[in-house]
């Protein structure tokens, strides 16, 4: 089942924020997080906070949903108050947004619009699993304002796919990224996993170069991780399936490296490349440089002003919430100068922008030189007071942040 809610103090029932938060967020971009907790089955690997039809229970229903969405917006609203605050970027995730009709997904975008506005050049993105789109779906979607388009592909290899319990063919979620370009989508994005037991190297680079292929302007690549309570965990822990490897992981991320800067990728993020800069995806930006969002959904996560909060995560308790008049949010947490510091050194340092010297500590800094030495960092940016990892320093990522961050 999904993991667990972090700890923290009881939110608000009207969802309230302090005054501080307010003032905070009208200099910071705003955008949307739409959590669409649907999918048809659960794959084997997946802890996220999803549930299929037979889990879902009595309470909430996928035509009901969408209300509810709109009953958090308005919530927003009430709890944002005057902060100008036009939508600089909106995404759908899950789940499997795309469970749902491509019309109520586009409703929910055109409520936002009315209620808070949009930018002129607002990033509107939605997941999807390539089995439950077609052409039509695409063309309405893109109608109705979307601009970009990720797509859980894993792999090509259906031997990877088995063990990842993906439903879809091999080929698939080619086609899908072709219709979606078709339909008038320039960012489409691919989401790629490495590392699953029975992969071999050329089944990754088979995956890699279909991907490029397409035409896909951006590739997400992540290695496969095996969390607890999972019936990949269980797989593993009893031995019917071998841990991945570490030293394999590593293979592929270089393989991934190679592949994607031959065809004209570049890394913007550790596990994420873009063709040019304009296909980076500025929601997940927005959430690594320390922006402002609004999570609407059950178990979905908010920050705004140095205020982070989450909300209930069964869609029905979540539902019974909105119904009553409250807010669904369970728990929150007032971010310390401190923390917040830390976390924008954590997530800045996975940008291939890098960061400022100066936002480390004496120790960090003198961590950073050491890293340098250690070809972690790269050594010309640090000169020019900037911390930029290495190829080296990609794969190593969680090790040097911690040590940038003693």
């Known amino acids: 089942m999904p993991s667990a809610l972090p700890d923290g103090e009881a939110a608000p029932d009207d969802g309230a924020l302090p005054d501080s938060a307010l003032k905070s967020a009208r200099s910071h971009d705003f955008g949307i997080y739409v959590h669409i907790p649907f999918c048809a089955s ?27 969405l709109e009953a958090e917006i308005d919530l927003a609203a009430r709890v944002l108050g005057d902060v100008p605050r036009p939508i600089s970027t909106i995404f759908f995730g899950g789940g499997t947004p795309s469970l749902l009709p491509a019309s109520e997904l586009t409703g929910i975008v055109a409520k936002l619009e009315s ?22 779906y695409f063309r309405q979607l893109r109608a109705g304002g979307f601009t970009r ?49 029975g992969e071999t190297a050329e089944d990754f680079e088979a995956s890699l170069r ?29 031995g019917d399936i071998p841990a991945p490897s570490d030293d394999e992981a590593a293979d592929r991320y270089l393989a991934a490296e190679r592949v994607l800067g031959e065809a004209g990728f570049e890394w913007y993020e550790v596990s994420n490349w873009a063709r040019s800069e304009a296909a980076r995806c500025r929601h997940n930006l927005l959430y690594w440089r320390g922006g402002d969002w609004w999570g609407l959904g059950p178990g979905a996560h908010s920050h705004v002003g140095g205020v982070r909060w989450w909300n209930v995560k069964h869609p029905a308790r979540y539902g019974q919430r909105l119904t009553d008049g409250l807010s669904p949010a369970q728990g929150r947490e007032l971010l310390t100068p401190p923390q917040r510091h830390m976390e924008d050194v954590l997530l800045g340092v996975r940008l291939a922008d890098g ?52």
């Open 210 to 238: 279909a991907a490029v292929d397409t035409g896909a302007d951006h590739v997400s690549a992540y290695s496969l991780i095996v969390e607890d309570g999972t019936r990949l965990a269980g797989q593993v822990r009893r």
């Open 42 to 68: 659960r794959c084997g690997y997946c802890d996220f906070n999803t549930y299929t039809a037979a889990e879902l229970g009595s309470g909430v229903s996928r035509e009901s949903f969408p209300r509810l």
């Open 149 to 197: 388009v990720s797509l859980g592909m894993q792999s090509t290899a259906r031997r990877v796919l088995a063990v990842l319990e993906r439903g879809h063919t091999p080929g698939r979620a080619l086609d899908a990224a072709r219709e979606a370009r078709e339909a008038g989508f320039e960012h489409v994005n691919l989401d790629l996993i490495y590392g699953t037991p």
């Open 355 to 406: 960061l400022a010297l100066c936002a480390l500590d004496a120790d960090g800094q003198r961590n950073a030189r050491k890293a340098a030495a250690e070809g972690l960092l790269d050594p010309a940016a640090l000169a020019a007071d900037r911390v930029r990892l290495t190829l080296r320093g990609r794969l190593l990522a969680d090790a040097v942040v911690r040590d940038l961050v003693p």
């Open 115 to 136: 209620t808070f506005g949009l930018t002129p050049d607002a990033e509107i993105t939605t997941e999807a699993n390539p089995e439950s789109v077609d052409p039509e």
